[in-house]
């Protein structure tokens, strides 16, 4: 013959009892580490430090980097040309220029000359810069220069003493100094000219092709 046991209801009540006490213990401590801890917090101290609003000193340093070649093209021949733009976390991109030079001094006669025709393909850099064609006579003993230039970020655009703004802020007048990134590429094109289309013997062009990218960086103060 089997016999339950019933449960101790005075033990159930002393249970609760313990929990409820328990709690209510937790509670009063919660209450004791707000009013006392948390209200003796400075708030500014929880507000990261480049989000607190200061004056900042700007100095600027900048770089300018150059890569040089330079091919015989005869008439019709291209010259291909690359240039991959990469900055540091601390790099700003000012411009970009591409410089073809070439001095045609080897002409048959008069009405002879020779031209370069320069096209660019920026598909795969950042910021979407415009792809530009453009050509240039190769004339006798000229410097004249043709020259395609990309500029990004002017940086004495901006005034160096900024006052009243986060670190994140000053850093954000530079934003577009950190586009166009990526491979840049060309394709130089010699075109011999000749006076009614005849067909006369040239030597061909040196033509000498100049990457010239500007970048800078930045380093603030605060005052």
Sequence with gaps: MFRFKKPDEGGAFYQKERRMV???????????????VLRTIDPQRLIPPDETSKDWLIEISVTEETETISEELSANQILETTYTVMLSENE?????????????????GEGFSDEVLARTTLDAV????????????????????????????????????????????VLALFE????????????????????????????????????????????????
């Design 92 to 108: 700003y991109l000012q411009s970009v220029s591409l410089v073809i030079q070439c001095s045609d001094e080897d002409e048959p």
């Design 126 to 169: 950042d910021g979407s810069p415009t792809d530009k064609e453009e050509s240039g006579s190769c004339l006798e003993n000229t410097e004249d220069d043709l020259v395609l230039s990309w500029t990004f970020m002017d940086a004495s655009s901006v005034e160096l003493n900024q006052t009243e703004k986060t670190e994140t802020e």
């Design 22 to 36: 328990t709690f209510v213990a937790i509670f009063i401590v919660i209450l004791i580490f707000d009013t006392i």
């Design 176 to 223: 577009t100094g950190k586009t166009g990134t990526g491979l840049w590429a060309a394709e130089i094109e010699l075109q011999v000219v000749t006076p009614g289309g005849i067909t006369a013997v040239d030597n061909g062009e040196q033509v000498t092709v100049t990457w010239i990218v500007s970048t800078f960086e930045i380093n603030l103060t605060a005052n």
